[in-house]
């Protein structure tokens, strides 16, 4: 999964500042360098790794129970 992130981050000019992964949630700190907004770089790491772990365990449907939160921070 941090491998999508690698990828989508540099794809969207989004600077990943930190993280936290835990085994039943996740924490980004991002600065949108560009013109796409940093929000949608949870959107499409987690959509593209729910794809790709429904299709490795046969599973269909949503990995993750709520939609994302973003809070702007100055």
Known sequence: ???KVRKYSQDLHVAVIAYCLMPNH???LLRQDGEQPAGSLPQLVF???TKAYNK???H???LFEARYISKVCE
Request: with cysteine; aromatic share 26%; glycine share 14%.
């Open 1 to 3: 999964m941090l491998q």
């Open 26 to 28: 996740y924490h980004f």
């Open 47 to 49: 959509n593209s790794y």
């Open 56 to 58: 490795c365990y046969g």
């Open 60 to 62: 269909s449907g949503t």
